[in-house]
């Protein structure tokens, strides 16, 4: 693709020079470091690669291989399953469309299954295939099965397609349980392709490994086994990770690692915002620091990516970016993209970026996948993804045409972003994060169950992995005594009316998205899952689309839909939530340091209430606090397991500042135990909470209790030691998995808590601030309308105290 015709070589190197002069900028680089350039490892295209497919190759100017996609080849075609390992742009999709195809070319009746997380990533990729089969002269179609697939197509694919092209969604609830209608697809089904494995971790990845299991189960049925391909970002176990995904031993899963594809030039930096607070060790707002670093490189023409960590953010940076070049650049060449637009709109995007039409892009994680955005030179990162891996990802998004580039992190105030501003090291040389799913998870396991019943009676002697044999019996039994399947002759029978994946969301998220119409003209704007809605969608919000604000005037829960009006505020709201939690269940307890003082820890099981209780207006461009408002709204309810560590009462009386003191020191302890344990645990931050008692995640006053009046903290009715309450209030930090039902976070915690603590006192004394800050024990939780700030002067020296007194020696 020839370069636009904006585009300006010298550009980007007169940015870099500016800001490596530049007395504002430079100081603010915790991190500048240039990665140089990697030749290209080649092989010669297999002898045993099918002649269409070859020619289709040789047609597109390819003569030779990248070294892995030669090994990729030679272990698909032998039969084994096979993950891919390798950068951003290093040539993956080659690695499964030349097994697929060849063996299509040899074989008319063969099929293949690929599944993208998302629709974009799967529409992005039938060009892709498209132009290959073109070039080969196969005649055979590729078609999309997804949610936007007109009837036609669907039949066609279901008929006629040797590719069908889908999401993980879809395969659970439009192709498993209706698997005859499949069956010429799936009888002869060589290969199935799990693109961008990596992001099935967590509640989600465990989800879709028992989607696989159910594909390979019903496959069987058919009389077909298939051979997987996967492809992944760089992650720290791709191949455990692989084998746990697809349910076999990881022995049988072949890695391709070490990427034969050529490399630019890169130059990464991390920008931590200027002091603008000494006292309170507060920074500049890192959305307008990444607006003002992506308008220098705007306005040099350099093509360049914004990552927001939230949609709100997203649209934020856009009307800021907008501004900030207005009479330089059209705005139309600014977009924005995320979740919630349109698909017509989406598409229009990608194109766009493809084309070069587009200069710069605001997006989400949405773009953060290998869709093709055309020729980027420069990624900013506004906060830290959550994973060195999602980070790396992100960065490898410009480049893409072996051109130099430049990656920015710009870093929040929250802790563990400064804890990388202060330590690069952990981001440029750091291990990659694992991926991790708990397939046995009981919620997730018995929802599949249920779903695999549906699509087939299981047999006598048929166990359903991860179970064995006998449990998997039990676990059909217990359903049989709730009357969901009917044993007979030892053979279970699905035995209602009820279709069990309608009612299995795998993103934990309901199947109705709340519509947002514009009330003056009736015109669709936009779609948000029920997760977001209570926050974005509550009555007096400002929903913010395309760079334009509207004010939500109804929400209508019942039906899903939200009607807005557009309006030309000088503010946008955020909402405030409060948290309750009750332990419902103790699983196990220690006495840490041989229960030194009375500290006990915890785990076990929790019920989390949140509530919507109000919303704040912040004015654009100055963020100053212009007003709240009151939202009501009806509670949102999740159950997960979580750590939890208790502070005896005395001991919090007997502090300087007595029971206040300890609350806010365990406050930011909970804050450094956060940073400690996600990075021990490699997971993403979002994967935590985070609660002190009833209080919630420092976000004003807690739910009223009818022993405590408003604005103290109510006595958490879980924390017990051997089943049985403790008298007064004990403040408790929890730390629980931020997913229903949990994914086994809470309990590396709790087996870890010591040693953790301790390397928490460590973090802590390790900060320069005198009494605390943003990336030791955590920013201050924004205040109710005429009070302080939460946190107090003496938060990360109550931290110490509390720490030294419960687990170190005197």
């Given at each position: ?327 330089v650049i059209d705005e139309r060449a600014i977009m924005a993209y995320r979740g919630g637009y349109l698909p017509e709109v989406r598409r229009s995007i990608e194109r766009g970026l493809r084309a070069g039409e587009i ?5 989400t994680n949405a773009l953060e996948l290998g869709i093709d955005v055309g020729d980027l030179d420069a990624v900013i990162c506004a906060g830290y993804p959550g994973s060195v891996a999602g980070t790396w990802q992100r ?42 799913i708990e397939p046995e998870n009981t919620e997730v396991l018995i929802q599949h169950l249920k779903c695999a019943a549906f699509e087939l009676p299981f047999l006598a002697g048929e166990a359903y992995p991860p179970l ?343």
């Amino acid at each position: 693709m020839p370069a636009p015709p904006w585009k300006s070589p010298s550009g980007l190197e007169h940015v870099l020079a500016s800001w490596v002069a530049s007395g504002a900028v430079r100081p603010c680089f915790t991190a500048d470091r240039e990665l140089a350039s990697r030749p290209p490892r080649t092989a010669p295209i297999p002898e045993e690669l099918a002649v269409e497919v070859r020619a289709g190759l040789e047609k597109r100017g390819i003569t030779e291989l990248w070294d892995h996609q030669a090994r990729a080849f030679a272990a698909a075609r032998a039969g084994r399953h096979v993950v891919v390992c390798t950068p951003t742009a290093s040539g993956k999709s080659l690695c499964f469309h030349m097994p697929i195809l060849d063996a299509i070319a040899r074989d008319p009746g063969a099929s293949a299954l690929y599944l993208y997380p998302t629709k974009a990533l799967a529409r992005d990729q039938e060009a892709s295939i498209h132009e290959l089969i073109k070039s080969a002269g196969l005649g055979i179609p590729a078609v999309v099965y997804d949610g936007d697939t007109p009837g036609d197509a669907r039949r066609a694919a279901r008929e006629r397609s040797p590719i069908v092209m889908t999401n993980p969604d879809m395969l659970h609830s439009g192709i498993l349980p209706h698997h005859a209608h499949w069956a010429r697809t799936l009888q002869k089904l060589r290969y199935v392709v799990v693109d961008e494995s990596h992001t099935y971790r967590g509640v989600f990845g465990s989800h879709v490994a028992h989607v696989l299991r159910r594909l390979r189960r019903v496959a069987a049925f058919h009389g077909a086994s298939p051979t997987f391909l996967l492809a992944t970002a760089t992650i720290g176990n791709p191949r455990e990770h692989a084998a746990r995904l697809i349910g076999v031993d990881t022995g049988d899963v072949e890695l391709v690692g070490d990427s034969g594809a050529p490399q630019g030039e890169r130059r990464v930096f991390v920008y931590n915002p200027p002091v603008v607070n000494a006292e309170l060790g507060i920074r500049g707002s890192y959305l307008k620091s990444a607006v003002r670093l992506a308008a220098d490189l705007l306005r040099a023409r350099v093509p360049t990516m914004v990552f927001g960590p939230s949609r709100n953010s997203v649209e934020i940076m856009l009307k800021y970016l907008r501004a900030a070049l207005e009479g330089v650049i059209d705005e139309r060449a600014i977009m924005a993209y995320r979740g919630g637009y349109l698909p017509e709109v989406r598409r229009s995007i990608e194109r766009g970026l493809r084309a070069g039409e587009i200069l710069g892009v605001v997006a989400t994680n949405a773009l953060e996948l290998g869709i093709d955005v055309g020729d980027l030179d420069a990624v900013i990162c506004a906060g830290y993804p959550g994973s060195v891996a999602g980070t790396w990802q992100r960065f490898g998004r410009a480049g893409r045409r072996g051109d130099k580039s430049v990656a920015l992190l710009v870093t929040t105030s929250d802790p563990l972003d400064q804890f990388l501003a202060a330590n690069p090291e952990h981001l440029l040389d750091g291990a990659i994060e694992e991926a991790r799913i708990e397939p046995e998870n009981t919620e997730v396991l018995i929802q599949h169950l249920k779903c695999a019943a549906f699509e087939l009676p299981f047999l006598a002697g048929e166990a359903y992995p991860p179970l064995p044999l006998d449990e998997s019996a039990e676990a059909l039994r217990f359903l049989a005594g709730h009357g969901v399947v009917h044993e007979e002759d030892g053979r279970f029978h699905w035995a209602t009316d009820a279709y069990p994946a309608n009612h299995v969301s795998l993103r934990s998220v309901g199947w109705d998205n709340t519509v947002i119409i514009d009330k003056s003209t009736g015109r669709t704007l936009a779609e948000l899952d029920w997760r977001a809605t209570p926050t974005m969608l509550h009555e007096q919000a400002i929903y913010q689309h395309d760079g334009e604000q509207y004010q939500v005037e109804q929400l209508d829960n019942e039906n899903h839909k939200a009607y807005v009006k557009k309006v030309i505020p000088d503010y946008f709201t955020t909402a405030m939530t409060n948290r309750k939690i009750t332990v419902m269940d103790v699983t196990k307890e220690d006495a840490l340091a041989g229960e030194r003082l009375g500290s006990i820890s915890g785990l076990g099981e929790i019920s989390i209430i949140e509530k919507v209780v109000g919303f704040k207006k912040v004015k654009f461009f100055t963020h100053e606090n212009a007003g709240y408002g009151e939202v009501r709204l009806p509670d949102i309810q999740m159950h997960t397991t979580a750590f939890w560590w208790t502070i005896p009462e005395d001991v919090a009386l007997d502090l300087e500042g007595g029971r206040a003191a300890a609350i806010d020191g365990l406050r930011g302890i909970g804050r450094g135990l956060e940073t400690i344990a996600t990075l021990a645990l490699m997971c993403d931050p979002s994967d935590l909470g985070m609660s002190i008692g009833d209080a919630g995640e420092g976000d004003g006053a807690p739910a009223p209790s009818k022993k405590v009046a408003p604005n103290k903290i109510a006595a958490p009715p879980g924390p017990i030691r051997s089943g049985k309450p403790r008298p007064g209030f004990d403040p408790t930090l929890f730390l629980f998995d931020n997913v229903p039902g949990g994914i086994g976070l809470a309990a590396r915690i709790f087996e870890n808590a010591e040693p953790w603590l301790r390397k928490t006192r460590s973090y802590l004394a390790a900060c320069d601030c005198p009494h605390g800050c943003p990336r030791c024990v955590g920013p201050a939780a924004p205040p109710l309308p005429g009070a302080a700030p939460t946190m107090g002067p003496m938060r990360k020296k109550a931290a110490a105290r509390l720490l030294d007194l419960l687990l170190l020696d005197d």
